[in-house]
Nanobody
Framework: QVRLVESRGGLVQAGGSLTLSCAASGTISGIAVMGWYRQAPGKQRELVADITKGGRINYAASVKDRFTISWDNAKNTAYLRMNALKPEDTAVYYC?????????WGQGTQVTVSS
C-alpha cells in the first residue's frame, strides 16, 4: 500500500504562485511515476504533469512553462510549483503514484484562483 498526503491548497489571485507537495509513505519502493492531476467542476480529471523515477517529465500543454513538477527521492515527496496562475487553473488537485501493484491517489486539495 502507498499512502499519499497532499499539502493544503488555497486561494490565490491570478498571476500568483503556489506550491503543492505530496508526501508518500508505506510501500514506496517500486514507485515508477508520480503525477499531478486536477478536476474542475463538471469536468473530467486531467493530467497536469508527471515525472518518472528516471526523471522524464511530461506536462499538459495548458500548464507548460508555468508549472514545474519535481520529486525529492530523499524525502519521498513530489512537488508541483505553479506560477502565473489563471482562473482556469481552479480545480481540485490530486497526486498519484504508479507502482507495479497499482495506482494510488491522494485525497485531493482545492486550488482556487481569483480573477
Amino acid at each position: 500500500q502507498v499512502r499519499l498526503v497532499e499539502s493544503r491548497g488555497g486561494l490565490v489571485q491570478a498571476g500568483g504562485s503556489l506550491t503543492l507537495s505530496c508526501a508518500a509513505s508505506g510501500t514506496i519502493s517500486g514507485i515508477a511515476v508520480m503525477g499531478w492531476y486536477r478536476q474542475a467542476p463538471g469536468k473530467q480529471r486531467e493530467l497536469v504533469a508527471d515525472i518518472t523515477k528516471g526523471g522524464r517529465i511530461n506536462y499538459a500543454a495548458s500548464v507548460k512553462d508555468r508549472f514545474t513538477i519535481s520529486w525529492d527521492n530523499a524525502k519521498n515527496t513530489a512537488y508541483l510549483r505553479m506560477n502565473a496562475l489563471k482562473p482556469e487553473d481552479t480545480a481540485v488537485y490530486y497526486c498519484k503514484a504508479e507502482r507495479w501493484t497499482g495506482d494510488y491517489w491522494g485525497q485531493g486539495t482545492q486550488v482556487t484562483v481569483s480573477s
